[in-house]
């Protein structure tokens, strides 16, 4: 496997790297750290472009979350019906100050590029109107972060490649089941929440 992977990298440039970005962040099952990994072990012998490679990955992020925002945005009802605490949320990110918006914003997009279901995260935010300008200024920072780590891994790590795939393979083989048990878990509270009477969310906030 990662030996097409080279081959495909270096015959096809950060492109590809634009491509998986874009899809693994639109939820499609296509894991773009080990593209990231290998783009990065071959920046190490001379062979790749790392810092275009980790802007065409930041830059597939981008897109792909930008569309999950428009969406957000255009279906904020059905949003706010499926995770009806949002509005708290969005009142109080309208009382904050800025810097402590934009450090939550980065926290909050930093973990879901790492994670499954992270397109969830820009999804809510096109929903509680964040300005799309800031969004698309920290998004773009966030995915930079995300892309350097995984080609860092690999440009650091080059000698060790296959064992470095494996682990983080192993990784998210464990990861991915919890994520998904988390998401339930949330998914069912939101639902509760939103079914119990009025007057009870009052006295019991």
């Known amino acids: 496997m990662m030996t097409e992977i080279t081959q495909f990298l270096i015959v096809h440039g950060g492109l590809v790297l634009f491509a998986i970005a874009f899809a693994e962040q639109f939820g499609l099952p296509l894991p773009g750290a080990p593209w990231l990994i290998v783009a990065g072990a071959l920046s190490a012998v001379g062979k790749f472009d790392l810092i275009a490679g ?32 949002l509005k708290t949320v969005q009142a109080k990110l309208e009382r904050a100050s800025l810097t402590r918006i934009v450090l939550h914003g980065t926290r909050m997009l930093t973990f879901a590029k790492f994670v499954p279901l992270g397109q969830v995260v820009p999804m809510r935010a096109g929903a509680m109107e964040v300005n799309r300008r800031r969004f698309l200024l920290v998004d773009a920072f966030c995915s930079l972060i995300y892309a350097t780590v995984y080609a860092s891994l690999g440009f650091t790590f080059h000698n060790q490649l296959e064992q470095l795939v494996a682990f983080l393979h192993k ?16 998914i069912f509270y939101s639902v509760r929440e939103h079914r119990r009477p009025q007057h009870l969310k009052e006295t019991n906030p």
């Open 54 to 85: 980790i802007a065409w990955a930041a830059a597939g992020c981008v897109v792909a979350d930008a569309i999950w925002f428009f969406l957000g945005h255009r279906s904020k009802s059905r949003v706010f019906r499926v995770f009806p605490h």
């Open 171 to 186: 990784l998210g083989t464990i990861s991915v089941p919890l994520v998904v048990v988390v998401a339930a878990a949330y």
